[in-house]
């Protein structure tokens, strides 16, 4: 008798070990369920990346929130919410963007920009701007024909402005024609070389035609470029970096997929 009671205690003693042992991988359980610890940390850890401070008020909030996000998880499953299509849809898709967003961010973390390569789109970026910033007025429509008749009534004294919002198709027929400041990387290739030729306060001889129809420009004035700092657009110059070598990836993984519609 003695023997057996020593065996039921040491199986209790057992028992209440493994949940001990289960119970301090927990924070709590509701209605017998346990609320995870490694759910707990990882908040924890994301609050810390987000800068919050990290004390006991923020702890002690954090595991109320994870018990009553468990207490209504738990009612909604009796409800079989679970179940639902609309549920099921949305669970799917929230699952596969996260697993999207992990991993996007595993390829940036494994495929760094350099600090050489910043520099460089940051130079391409100066040339591109050159030395020269200008600010000019323009008039845009449909056919050579009408660009070379605004042309002719320029010549004539015609007023640049009114033409330009009486007979320009661009937005800024509004206030009569006006670009205003502008480096020529800004602008397409025919329009910024007609630009970078003319003097103060002159007007294209002839039409100058691009992909949106035939231009009639007036230089207004010129002035030294001031490209922004290194440091004020490095981090901008990084990130629109790490976009183009992601985009290039993802198309390189489309490439290879077997896809069929």
């Known amino acids: 008798m003695k023997k057996s009671y020593q065996l039921l205690l040491a199986a209790a003693l057992s028992m209440l070990a493994t949940v001990a042992m289960a119970a301090a991988g927990n924070v709590a359980t509701v209605n017998g369920k346990p609320v995870k610890q490694s759910l707990m940390d990882y908040l924890v850890k994301d609050a810390t990346a987000r800068g919050q401070q990290v004390d006991d008020n923020l702890r002690k909030q954090i595991k109320d929130n994870l018990i009553g996000s468990e207490i209504v998880a738990q009612e909604a499953q009796k409800q079989g919410m679970d179940k639902q299509p609309d549920y099921l849809a949305k669970e799917e898709l929230a699952r596969r963007a996260l697993l999207v967003n992990t991993y996007v961010e595993n390829f940036i973390k494994k495929n760094p920009v350099s600090e050489a390569d910043i520099k460089a789109e940051y130079d391409k970026f100066k040339q591109q701007v050159g030395d020269k910033e200008y600010n000019a007025d323009h008039i845009l429509v449909a056919t050579e024909a009408e660009a070379k008749d605004i042309i002719d009534q320029l010549n004539k004294g015609g007023d640049f402005a009114k033409l330009a919002k009486e ?44 992909q949106f129809g035939w231009h009639v420009i007036k230089l207004k004035d010129t002035r030294a470029a001031q490209p922004p700092a290194y440091d004020q657009v490095k981090e901008n110059i990084k990130r629109q970096l790490q976009q183009v070598a992601l985009e290039k990836h993802l198309r390189g993984l489309r490439e290879k997929a077997k896809i069929t519609e």
């Open 167 to 210: 007979k320009s198709l661009d937005g800024s027929k509004d206030k009569g024609g006006e670009l205003g400041w502008f480096s020529p990387g800004m602008m397409v290739k025919p329009f910024s070389d007609a630009v970078t030729k003319l003097q103060k306060g002159q007007i294209t001889s002839t039409p100058v035609q691009t």
